[in-house]
């Protein structure tokens, strides 16, 4: 099995998963399980399916209308079909597709090549249209892309690329697999340590893939990634278009320390066998939290929207006993997976009581800065890019592509965050625009088109103040002046716009602090540290209450593995039990 690379016990409970019976999936909500998973977003129904596969009677209470946590798709306006929050896959662990058997269950995907394009704010020279970069998988097309710019760089760019596979290759056994088992190595029974030792292995792997290249690794994963992309590359248009998967999602600059690991985490992905590819979900994402959930219920599982928990039930030993809904309903368990955010699991849903003062106020310090305000939008006809004029309506390569705006240079990446972190959100902003009804007819009526926005920086709080309904029209009419320099006619073209702030995406998707990964991906809280040190292996305090979501490691976008390593964990356990 591709995926089974944490120890030899991790491959003896899949075993135990593939053979267990399968079970008829129930649609009236009972009163008792053996797990109660809370939230259907994709990491707990990935958790779900594995643990039902393996013989545990499963149940996923998600509180919302919709499944997918933020894998969603909403029709927002007639004929129009979005995914609302998260908005591409690539970082789907391979193994889990295969095991869970998505693409029978109905899961397509579009893969997208070219994949990035970046126009220039200039005017074009002889009648020519403005210079943009353009860049996919053939590396020919790329150097003379790149070529427009700096012919060095072309040259360069392949051994760009084949050093960010070796690097992000030797860290795949690290994204499969919990992390090191420190406290089992330095305490408990000669049996326990032996057993924790095994957990050194995915790091063993990653070292020996990375060889002579550890050095490289180590300066990637700590450095700004401006250090990085200086000593390989000159022109600002490339550096820039680059640096924008160095700080997505995250309130960082090019300049600080750990971005080099965000650009890492995000080259890391592979749709299909075909590495480093991003693509649309027929459907929007909403198809792939439909594929697993559909995959979780063929094996018995029964999945409930709207059943909001109000609260984990502690018994007086201080071991999970199930749920409380908010409308009264008591359901036990044996266990309870929460893939909500560790803030919301340990602040807003176990009792306070059941946890240490200590524990508490660590987990207050868990960072969940957030800079994104994410718009969707439908239209009623194609954009169309000065750099790359199409006048028939009909979409170009560019048009399936991630569009970058306002990325001419890594100076208005910077200048755009010192902007938000003093509490205003940037007046030029980093636009990263999809539009995916290009490649998905499904999900727009024919002619139209629906595009997304995700954009930054953003605060959550402007000026120290919430947001108004006045502040949020004010920042969308600035997004749609800045899309009208680079297409005109884009603004006549809006039919219907979905404005969220971060603290909008923490109100509708339970994403804390509006961050999408679930928290901060800083050096502080990754691998052995995240969310907390002493709950990097998905356990809690509370015997029988596990992390399984993306506040885990490895983190948020490395879709379906904190669930598969949560149901790992809560397997392995039940067998030493």
């Known amino acids: 099995m591709a995926g089974a690379v944490w120890t030899r016990q991790s491959s003896r409970v899949i075993r135990s998963l593939q053979k267990a019976p399968r079970r008829k999936s129930h649609t009236v909500l009972k009163s008792q399980y053996d797990v109660l998973v809370i939230g259907g977003g994709h990491n707990g129904l990935v958790a779900a399916a594995y643990l039902q596969k393996g013989g545990l009677q499963t149940a996923v209470l998600e509180r919302r209308h919709v499944l997918g946590g933020a894998a969603v798709t909403e029709e927002l306006f007639p004929g129009f079909h979005f995914s609302r929050c998260s908005y591409l896959l690539s970082l789907f662990r391979p193994h889990i597709y295969e095991d869970l058997e998505l693409k029978k269950h109905g899961l397509k995907i579009y893969r997208r090549n070219p994949h990035a394009f970046s126009p ?28 427009k710019f700096s012919q060095k760089d072309a040259m360069a760019y392949g051994e760009f690329t084949a050093y960010l596979d070796k690097l992000s290759s030797a860290a795949e056994p690290l994204l499969d697999a919990p992390p090191v088992d420190i406290i089992g190595l330095t305490s408990g029974s000669l049996r326990t340590r032996i057993a924790a030792a095994r957990t050194l292995m995915p790091l063993v792997k990653c ?23 200086n000593q390989w590359f000159e022109s600002e248009p490339l550096k820039a278009t680059l640096a924008t998967d160095a700080v997505i999602g995250a309130m960082t600059s090019p300049y600080n320390p750990g971005s080099g690991y965000v650009l890492l985490h995000h080259v890391m992905g592979e ?13 929007g994402m909403g198809g792939v939290s439909k594929a697993i959930a559909s995959s979780a219920r063929s094996h018995g599982a029964s999945i409930f929207t709207e059943k909001d928990v109000q609260e984990i039930l502690v018994g007086s030993d201080g071991v ?76 170009g390569p560019h048009h ?17 965050y010192k902007e938000s972190i003093n509490g205003k959100y940037s007046t030029r902003p ?34 120290g103040k919430e947001w108004t309904n006045q502040d ?17 006619g884009f603004k006549s073209s809006v039919v219907g716009r979905d404005i969220l702030t971060p603290p909008d995406l923490e109100r509708i998707f339970g994403l804390t602090g509006g961050n999408i990964f679930h928290g901060s991906m ?7 540290a995240r969310p907390l040190p002493c709950l990097s292996n998905y356990r809690t305090p509370i015997k029988g209450l596990y992390l399984c979501g993306s506040g885990c490691h490895p983190g948020g976008g490395v879709m379906g593995s904190p669930g598969w390593n949560a149901a790992l964990t809560v397997m392995a356990d039940l067998k030493r039990s």
């Open 120 to 147: 220039i704010l200039e005017v074009g020279v002889g009648g020519a249209p403005p210079r943009s970069l353009t860049l996919g998988s053939d590396l020919a097309m790329n150097q003379k892309e790149i070529g």
């Open 207 to 229: 070292g020996l893939k990375l060889g002579k290249n550890c050095p490289d690794f180590y300066e990637i994963v700590t450095a700004p990634i401006m250090k990085i992309l």
């Open 271 to 283: 749709l299909e066998k075909e590495k480093g590819s991003w693509g649309y979900v027929e459907g």
């Open 320 to 395: 999970a006993k199930g749920v409380v809904l908010k409308d009264g309903t008591e359901i036990h368990s044996k266990l309870v997976l929460s893939n909500a955010t560790p803030y919301i699991t340990f602040k807003k849903l176990t009792p306070q009581a059941s946890l240490s003062p200590e524990f508490i106020k660590a987990i207050n310090q868990f960072d969940y800065t957030s800079p994104v305000t994410k718009i969707n939008v439908a239209v009623d006809k194609l954009p169309n890019f000065l750099a790359a004029p199409t006048p028939d309506g009909k979409p």
């Open 400 to 416: 399936q592509c991630s569009i970058h705006l306002n990325c001419e240079s890594v100076e208005l990446l910077e200048t755009a």
């Open 430 to 463: 980093m636009l990263e625009m999809t539009i995916p009804s290009v490649l998905d007819p499904t999900i727009a009526p024919s002619g139209a088109h629906v595009v997304s926005f995700f954009t930054q920086f953003t605060p959550y709080y402007l000026e």
């Open 472 to 488: 949020r029209e004010a920042y969308a009419d600035l997004v749609f002046d800045w899309v009208e320099q680079y297409a005109p």
């Open 522 to 528: 800083s050096l502080d809280q990754l691998y052995l």
